[in-house]
């Protein structure tokens, strides 16, 4: 997984210079920067301007095997918290034939249907209060509008409560050094 630029004078002209998204026909073309639990803003802002959306390769892919610039192929579907309408876009290599689908690893793990924000919400609801796994799903459709079985959000909650709680707690001892707040 290619890792993206950070913000720095040097690339700035060139960030402020490429689109993060644009539309194209009945297509929304999203850059792979913005989160798919952000596409909310461009239903409500977009209404009906636009039948599917299709992300896309911020920067313009490189073949892992030939280091040549690839080209647009098309598009996959993909379902980010199984809404539909979604497509990624693919690029092959023009010298050895290599495909790549657009990567939306900084958001979704791979081989999941859900993004991270949507995996860590029954762990935030457990460390509020304990509630069935059920009642889970039910406020994360509530709150979301992401229909999420309960057996999906045991799984999310066994598999990520150990790295999740080990990270609230990295963050709260970061909080306490930067605020100079000495425990009793």
């Known amino acids: 997984m290619r890792s993206?630029?950070?913000?720095?004078?040097?690339?700035?002209?060139?960030?402020l210079n490429k689109p993060l998204y644009f539309l194209d026909c009945d297509r929304l073309n999203v850059c792979n920067?913005?989160?798919?639990?952000?596409?909310?803003?461009?239903?409500?802002?977009?209404?009906?301007c636009y039948t599917e959306i299709v992300y896309y390769e911020y920067d313009r892919p490189l073949c892992p095997n030939?280091?040549?610039t690839m080209n647009s192929n098309g598009?996959?579907?993909?379902?980010?918290?199984k809404w539909s309408n979604i497509r990624k876009k693919q690029y092959i290599c023009p010298e050895c034939g290599k495909t790549?689908?657009?990567?939306?690893?900084?958001?979704?793990?791979?081989?999941?249907n859900y993004t991270r924000a949507i995996c860590e919400k029954?762990?935030?609801?457990?460390?509020?209060?304990?509630?069935?796994?059920?009642?889970?799903?039910e406020l994360i459709q509530l709150e979301n509008g992401?229909?999420?079985?309960?057996?999906?959000?045991?799984?999310?909650e066994s598999k990520y409560?150990?790295?999740?709680?080990?990270?609230?707690?990295?963050?709260?001892?970061?909080?306490?050094?930067?605020?100079?707040?000495e425990p009793s």
Request: net charge negative.
């Open 33 to 48: 920067l913005i989160d798919p639990d952000d596409l909310n803003f461009f239903r409500e802002y977009y209404c009906d």
């Open 161 to 181: 409560s150990e790295f999740f709680i080990t990270q609230k707690e990295e963050n709260l001892q970061k909080i306490i050094k930067e605020t100079n707040i």
């Open 100 to 112: 790549h689908t657009t990567s939306l690893e900084n958001f979704i793990k791979r081989y999941s």
């Open 75 to 81: 598009s996959r579907p993909a379902k980010p918290n």
């Open 4 to 15: 993206i630029k950070p913000f720095t004078s040097n690339n700035f002209v060139d960030i």
């Open 146 to 156: 992401i229909k999420l079985p309960r057996q999906t959000a045991y799984y999310h």
């Open 122 to 137: 029954s762990l935030e609801y457990e460390s509020i209060a304990y509630l069935s796994y059920q009642k889970k799903a």
């Open 66 to 68: 030939c280091d040549s």
